[in-house]
């Protein structure tokens, strides 16, 4: 987080220029050099029409298949630049993505190769069934269970694609963009513009067969007629040394007949992604990945926030296709549509190789599964977690913590988490207690820890630069911080003054910075004063400097193997919380899950932790986007997200907060949040009847913690994303294409659409399919249709438009409690809602929530099943069975589990655990018996409405059957006849 106030002071102590927002804080593409020259050269080759041709070529004599045909290697080409080396390689994985990578070969200098390092899980497994056929202008394999993919490389120019059923899916080089701009020495290269055509280069263009290319000077036509930018490069007060000159990639990647671009996150936009390209783009910059500490953001704009995921979604009504760009520098990317139905998008990069992974689909889901086999799925978070999280810059002392605690209690407020910003440290000494205003840490920690509550406390990167800080003292003589260009210290300005970054790409770091989290003393330095209660939130990671060049770290920092900032910057952040969550869950002798809340991230950060949106604002503005963004950042991987209820900054009034927090309770990381000039805004500390709606909101939050749960376990198993835009769940829906203002619940069959807007009393939701909806509260059933419907529903203040698919079993536990442990034991509510043709499905799962038990499979995993058994229309069986034997073999958070036993000792804990109440809904008549089958009659309530099959809206029918007195653990069936 950042403070107007805070900057207001040091710009006056360092003479920097006051913020206020920002755009002119961060560079356009224009101010950015190797983006200006990627836009130039876009530009040259729209002017030149048909005549432009890439100059890149692979020389098939060059050609080696290696590993039994599935890797294949040849040498491209540039004719601008015949003495320069280029590999190519490409390797077809088993699952059908297909990698590309291509790298200057014997170059001047190396380019910086390890971005896929760090984001993926492990080495892609290569397919076994792959065949490359050479013929005189290309190289193809076709492959899948059909061989219905292909890759083709074309020779000259070059270009790969990948098709499927003979159709192009995406094109790389289409447009004849690629540009890898190879390492150089400044003289020989400097008086290039000034030398007389033609030139070295040209020459052998001319001599070549293909040279096309051509104007008079072919370099200057391909690359512009002076060295803009190469070798240093100033925005706003700051230089960029720019030793190793330019290195920039520029690749153009069209998707024909996909006309919906989805991905990249992160920006405040919509999720379908607006122009930037074309006769009246939607943005006039390319969306840009660069990690960065953005002080108000803006509401709509392709700038950079905190966090980049280079993962983009392809779409159409019959195809969906996606890339990952394994770039760790800072990265453009135009989208446009000139074709018609077909996407085109231009990728631009400061450093770094090609490392581009092509995912074939052809379903949102199965893209999903590709790109989770390659970077992880979302962890399974600790079930407390998915609670509500109460923080504020700050909670000023420990009995203001404990104060809070106890509104809460007083108020039968329900809250897992209580959160501790910067001001618990001791100018700003992270791990450090201000004993003034914490005198006795650990006591207020088991204060809370005794209620079954948790704190977060934060730790942020950068070190005070001071000799009685024993965590910065020991880094420095190890030397474990970041560097400047000429190898000494890095110093800059954060929280703490004067500042030190620890370098988390040295290895020495790794067990360094896990000893410092142990709760007992074990090397010079341990985090004593703290308990297996606290979890930690890495803030600031992108890093943030705030007199550093865009708010972040020079380019020519140094980090470990000499590689620059520049080549790293979008990874840096995810290693800190990769590191931060590995030493939360080894700091004592017993393993538990780790909580850690990270603001910047990169593809492969969900296998860490939560994220969340950063310091928004509160404004009804900032609250819609914050939805649309944690929608995308679900499609990037990042499951566990949020944005902050109230918003950061401002005093929302109380109609807006009771909207944030519904907002933040169908999210899947529910926290709120403010700015330490904000007046106080704790949910008891609001008036009538505005307190008396959060409370409500927080108590059904609470209720949904089994929905939440087994949402996550399905993300963690599977890769498909906790919230699920339309166009995931219904991919042939055009109408749905783009709808980002409301969303499934995985699987669980709910859909959400919060109100974000002011005095809204109904609102208006798409209904995509020829289905029942109930609403949640009421059971008012309402009707979709075959292509699509839009339904207007009451939406008070006090109403969340929330519904339940026809067709859902959905398990609750309605009983109100202090906080998510204190519900462990607590019987559950199964709503089943009937679809038209009257069968109704569900899953639930549950472990102890705390623990890496449930890898060795120690869990419960039901699943739920209405049916009507055939030729016995009077029936309706509702069945519980067990769902981890159904699927052996599946992995846990990338652990395979070898065995499952539904008698496990996490499922005789609870087997006294019963469902207390099934509500069945949508029901065609009154029921004469129902009964668990081989058991006696139950108790059981019914009152007549609109039956699921009808085509009639209004309250549905609800059968409400009492106690059933059967176990959550157990197989059993109920039987309802009428
Ligand atoms: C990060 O996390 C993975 C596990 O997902 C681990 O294998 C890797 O070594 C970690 N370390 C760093 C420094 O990224």
């Known amino acids: 987080m950042r403070s107007l106030n805070y900057l207001g002071i040091l710009s006056l102590l360092l003479g920097v220029p006051t913020h206020s927002l920002k ?211 100033t925005f706003s007060s700051w230089t960029d040394s720019k030793p190793k000159g330019p290195e920039s990639l520029s690749l153009d990647i069209n998707f024909p007949n996909h006309p919906v671009v989805y991905g990249i996150p992160q920006h405040a936009t919509r999720l379908a992604l607006p122009t930037t390209t074309g006769e009246s783009p939607f943005f006039s910059d390319p969306y840009r990945l660069y990690n960065a500490d953005v002080f108000e953001y803006l509401a709509s704009s392709p700038m950079s926030i905190y966090g980049s995921i280079p993962v983009l979604h392809a779409h159409s009504a019959d195809s969906t296709v996606g890339i990952f760009h394994a770039v760790a520098s800072e990265t453009w990317i135009d989208v446009g549509h000139s074709a018609e139905k077909s996407t085109e998008t231009h990728w631009i990069s400061e450093s770094g190789i090609l490392d581009l992974f092509l995912m074939p689909g052809p379903t949102p889901e199965d893209i999903f599964k590709q790109y989770s086999r390659l970077t992880g799925t979302t962890v399974l978070p600790a079930h407390w977690s998915l609670g509500y999280h109460q923080c504020r810059w700050n909670y000023v002392s420990s009995d203001d913590v404990r104060t809070v605690q106890k509104r809460f209690d007083e108020e039968d407020m329900p809250v897992d988490v209580f959160w501790l910003d910067i001001e618990y440290s001791e100018e700003h000494k992270y791990f450090i207690w201000d004993k003034k205003n914490f005198p006795d840490p650990v006591d207020m920690i088991n204060d809370v820890a005794t209620l079954g509550r948790k704190m977060v406390v934060i730790v942020d990167p950068h070190l005070k630069r001071t000799s009685d800080y024993p965590v910065y003292q020991a880094a420095s003589e190890k030397g474990l911080l970041v560097k400047t260009k000429s190898e000494t210290e890095y110093e800059g300005w954060c929280w703490s003054g004067s500042s030190a970054w620890v370098d988390f790409f040295n290895p020495n770091v790794w067990d360094w910075w896990k000893s410092l989290f142990k709760t007992q003393q074990i090397s010079t330095w341990s985090w004593t004063e703290s308990t297996n209660a606290v979890h930690i939130w890495n803030d600031m990671n992108e890093p943030s400097v705030f007199n550093g060049p865009e708010i972040t770290m020079p380019k020519d920092n140094i980090h470990h193997g000499g590689w620059e900032h520049r080549d790293v910057h979008n990874i840096n952040g995810m290693l800190f919380s990769n590191l931060t969550s590995q030493a939360v869950a080894e700091r004592s002798e017993e393993l538990t899950r780790p909580f850690v809340l990270t603001r910047a991230f990169y593809a492969g950060s969900q296998r860490f932790g939560a994220m969340w949106t950063g310091d928004n604002l509160g404004t009804w503005e900032h609250m819609a986007v914050g939805v649309k963004i944690v929608l995308s950042v679900n499609i990037g991987g990042m499951s566990f997200s949020g944005s902050d209820v109230g918003g950061f900054f401002g005093n929302p009034e109380p109609e807006m907060l009771v909207r944030w927090y519904q907002v933040g309770a169908m999210a899947p990381f529910f926290r709120a949040h403010a700015h330490i000039d904000t007046k106080r805004r704790e949910p008891f ?125 959905v398990s609750t536990r309605e009983r109100p409690r202090r906080s998510s442990t204190s519900m462990k034991a607590d019987p559950f509510t199964l709503r089943v809602a009937l679809s038209r043709t009257g069968t109704a499905r569900g899953e639930l799962y549950l472990d102890d929530g705390e623990t890496y038990a449930h890898r060795a499979g120690h869990f419960v995993w039901r699943e739920f099943v209405a049916e009507t058994p055939k030729k016995k229309s009077r029936t309706l069986r509702i069945a519980s069975r067990d769902m981890g034997v159904a699927r052996p073999g599946e992995a846990v958070d990338g652990v395979v589990l070898k065995a499952f036993n539904p008698a496990n000792a996490y499922a005789q804990s609870i087997a006294d655990v019963r469902v207390e109440k099934v509500v069945v809904v949508g029901l065609n ?19 007549l409405g609109v039956a699921a099959a009808d085509k009639k809206e209004g309250t549905a029918s609800i059968l409400t059957i009492k106690d059933p007195r059967v176990s959550v653990v157990k197989d059993w069936a109920i039987i309802v006849e009428w």
């Open 23 to 233: 755009a002119h804080d961060f560079k356009t593409c224009s101010q950015s050099g190797f983006c200006r020259r990627g836009r130039a050269l876009s530009a040259r080759a729209k002017e030149a029409g048909e005549a432009w041709s890439s100059p890149y070529s692979l020389d098939p004599s060059s050609i080696s298949i290696a590993s039994n045909q599935a890797i294949f290697i040849a040498g491209v080409k540039s004719a601008l630049y015949p003495e320069i080396n280029f590999g190519l390689e490409l390797r077809v994985h088993d699952d059908g993505v297909v990698r590309v990578r291509m790298d200057e070969v014997r170059g001047l200098r190396k380019r910086y190769d390890e971005a896929a390092s760090w984001a993926l899980i492990s080495e892609p497994t290569i397919s076994s069934d792959i065949k490359w056929t050479a013929g005189k202008k290309d190289i193809r394999a076709a492959y899948g269970p059909k061989k219905e993919n292909e890759v083709v490389v074309t020779f000259a120019p070059l270009t790969v694609a990948l098709l499927r059923n003979g159709k192009e899916q995406v094109v790389l080089n289409g447009q004849g963009l690629l540009h890898m701009e190879h390492f150089r020495t400044k003289t020989q290269e400097v008086t290039h513009t000034e030398e007389a055509a033609p030139q070295e280069g040209a020459e052998a263009v001319s001599d070549d067969a293909q040279a096309v290319i051509t104007p008079t000077n072919p370099r200057a036509w391909f690359e512009g007629d002076k060295e803009d930018d190469y070798w240093e490069e």
């Open 685 to 809: 500390l609001l008036e009538q009847p505005y307190k008396g709606m959060v409370k409500d909101i927080l108590r059904l939050r609470y209720s949904m913690l089994p929905i939440w749960y087994t949402a996550f376990r399905e993300t963690s198993v599977t890769g498909l994303p906790v919230l699920r835009p339309h166009y995931v769940m219904f991919p042939k829906d055009k109408a749905g294409f783009d709808i980002d203002d409301q969303y499934y619940i995985a699987s669980s069959g709910l859909l959400v659409k919060p109100v974000t807007e002011k005095d809204a009393t109904e609102a208006k939701v798409y209904l995509p399919e020829d289905q029942v909806y109930y609403d949640y509260f009421n059971h008012h059933a309402y009707r979709g249709a075959a292509n699509g419907k839009e339904i207007t529903v009451p939406a008070a203040l006090h109403q969340i438009p929330l519904f339940i698919r026809g067709g859902s079993i």
């Open 925 to 943: 008549s009154k029921p004469k018996t129902v009964k668990v089958e081989g058991g006696a009659d139950l108790n059981w309530e019914f009152t």
